[in-house]
């Protein structure tokens, strides 16, 4: 697989991942069910998942340059 492949690759999985972070009906506060478990999440839980999950992407990509 080319380097620019691998790239897209990781890029699509990260997207896939976020959107798979599905928001959850809530009267009080924003809410997501977290994609493993289907237990509710908050915001703040959501940016940190997506978040973790680009830094294991990115640092996959950085050990495939080096």
């Not at 620019?4 to 896939?16: A, L, V």
């Not at 798979?20 to 237990?39: D, E, L, V, W």
């Not at 940016?47 to 973790?52: F, N, W």
Request: overall charge positive; glycine content about 2%.
């Amino acid at each position: 697989m080319e380097n620019k492949d691998y790239i897209r690759k990781q890029i699509e999985e990260h997207i896939t991942y976020e959107k798979s972070i599905q928001q959850a009906n809530s009267a009080f506060s924003t809410a997501f069910y977290h994609p493993k478990t289907g237990r509710r999440i908050t915001w703040s839980e959501k940016c940190t998942l997506v978040d973790r999950d680009l830094d294991k992407r990115v640092k996959r990509i950085e050990r495939r340059f080096n």
